[in-house]
């Protein structure tokens, strides 16, 4: 099972919304609407933000929101603050007990 | 959040073993599907194993299939992985994890460090 395809960066100011993409097949985002999503700050362990597609976990601002479309899954950072610099991943269950994660992608606030 | 915390994680060489070990709230571990997922050094993440509540079952990624073993002792709230013919790809901090369903992780240790190096 290969990773799914997310871009290596991303950035926006304070206040802006940044949007982070992760592209994978058929075999997985394109069929089954368990797509999650983790933030992860140097160091630190990563925290799930998005599961389901676009359910957040308790806890997490509604600034954090996914969505899907076809075979590519999205991340949506709205408001962003200085906290919200970190990396981020996407995972998606790929039937059976397969399950991948993304490539990652480092969200920069300028 | 639930608290998991690993142990076991050393330098070792090529061909070496290890034992890692996570231990959780009763509460949390006896119910759950549970998992290990490793990160290397500057990389992203991957699933290496995991295990139904009731430990019947064990899931790898291919690429450790043979070398590694997942366990359960739900008496002892605790997760296993013995990691046997270490290699240096194996190289990554490990994380004890639970699946709340589909892959979707909601609880993380802090990780442990496994460094294989000639």
């Known amino acids: 099972q290969s990773a799914l395809t997310q871009p290596p960066s991303a950035s926006g100011s304070p206040g802006q919304s940044v949007t982070i993409s992760c592209t994978g097949t058929i075999n997985d985002i394109g069929t089954y609407d368990y797509v999650s999503w983790y933030q992860q700050h140097p160091g630190k362990a990563p925290k799930l933000i998005i599961f389901g597609v676009t359910e957040r976990p308790s806890g997490v601002p509604d600034r954090f929101s996914g969505s899907k479309s076809g075979n590519t899954a999205s991340l949506t950072v709205s408001g962003l603050q200085a906290e919200d610099e970190a990396d981020y991943f996407c995972?998606?269950?790929?039937?059976?007990?397969?399950?991948?994660f993304g490539t990652g992608t480092k969200v920069t606030v300028l | 959040e639930v608290q998991l915390v690993e142990s076991g994680g050393a330098l070792v060489q090529p061909g070496e073993s290890l034992r890692l070990s996570c231990v959780g709230p009763?509460?949390?571990?006896?119910?759950?599907?549970m998992g290990w997922v490793r990160q290397a050094p500057g990389r992203g993440l991957e699933w290496v194993a995991h295990?139904?509540?009731?430990?019947?079952?064990?899931y790898y990624v291919d690429s450790v299939k043979g070398r590694f073993t997942i366990s359960r002792d739900n008496a002892q709230n605790s997760l296993f992985l013995q990691l046997d013919s270490l290699r240096v790809e194996d190289t990554a901090v490990y994380y004890c994890?639970?699946?709340?369903?589909?892959?979707?992780?909601?609880?993380w240790g802090q990780g442990t460090l496994v460094t294989v190096s000639p």
């Open positions: 009763d509460f949390i571990l006896g119910g759950s599907w």
């Open positions: 995972s998606s269950y790929a039937g059976g007990h397969d399950k991948v």
């Open positions: 994890v639970t699946d709340r369903g589909f892959g979707a992780v909601d609880n």
């Open positions: 295990i139904p509540p009731d430990g019947r079952e064990k």
